[in-house]
């Protein structure tokens, strides 16, 4: 069965620093590959995806991922993180064989001002 | 505005009643998910469904059933309530690309 492995549970960081949060799916074929994000007692944002193309993809509120096929990752990264950060981002894939997305077990990110 | 719209947002509930969690779409989507968030387990699908009349069971479906009457709906019902399902359900569709999916706001339910 498909799955999603997201490596850090919980992440602390000062404001400004940099961030990378790790992203692994167990699939052989073709993936479409999303990060969300759900602040304190809100539903899930898409910050971004990935479909085809450029394997670099460039999110909402200056985040980014970089989708490495021979890795089956993901991951996200900021530069520069904000107190308005603060939030639970979640990895999900949808494979080639099915319209469900399959979620990682999310990464709490705290940063503190 | 399309949107997607789940009810109650919050519910407690005794062990052993029957629950119905309502999930209500009007973006014509075809495929509909139901998803517990649990902490450390992020969020595992329940059952989904690919359009009316179909429904199946995702991995952790024990203890729940849903129906697909028309496009708009999918209600989620747990058929006796247990403290193990005291969890945040969110509901969420797509369109037939794949490409975007939305999230309810969820349903935060208590088992007493």
């Known amino acids: 069965a498909q799955s999603v492995s997201q490596h850090n549970h919980h992440v602390i960081l000062s404001e400004a620093a940099s961030l990378e949060l790790g992203c692994n799916y167990s699939?052989?074929?073709?993936?479409?590959l999303f990060w969300y994000v759900q602040y304190p007692g809100q539903h899930l944002q898409l910050l971004l995806k990935?479909?085809?193309?450029?394997?670099l993809v460039k999110g909402i509120k200056g985040f980014e991922a970089e989708f490495i096929k021979s890795k089956f990752s993901f991951n996200l990264r900021k530069p520069s993180v904000q107190w308005s950060d603060t939030a639970e981002y979640f990895c999900?894939?949808?494979?080639?064989?099915?319209?469900?997305?399959?979620f990682g077990s999310g990464t709490r990110l705290l940063v503190r001002p | 505005d399309a949107e997607i719209t789940q009810s109650p947002r919050h519910k407690i509930t005794e062990t052993g009643r029957q629950v119905t969690l309502a999930c209500h779409q009007t973006?014509?989507?075809?495929?509909m998910f139901w998803y517990r968030q649990d902490l450390g387990h992020g969020l595992r699908l329940i059952h989904y469904?690919?359009?009316?009349?179909?429904?199946n069971k995702g991995e952790v479906s024990d203890g729940y059933s849903v129906s697909r009457s028309n496009t708009e709906d999918l209600p989620l019902t747990l058929e006796s309530a247990a403290s193990s399902q005291t969890s945040v359900y969110f509901c969420?569709?797509?369109?037939?690309?794949?490409?975007?999916?939305?999230f309810g706001s969820g349903t935060r339910l208590t088992v007493v």
């Open positions: 973006w014509n989507h075809n495929n």
């Open positions: 469904s690919y359009g009316v009349q179909d429904t």
């Open positions: 969420a569709s797509s369109d037939g690309t794949g490409h975007g999916y939305t």
């Open positions: 999900a894939v949808k494979t080639d064989s099915s319209y469900k997305l399959i």
């Open positions: 699939y052989g074929g073709t993936v479409n």
């Open positions: 990935y479909f085809s193309g450029d394997p």
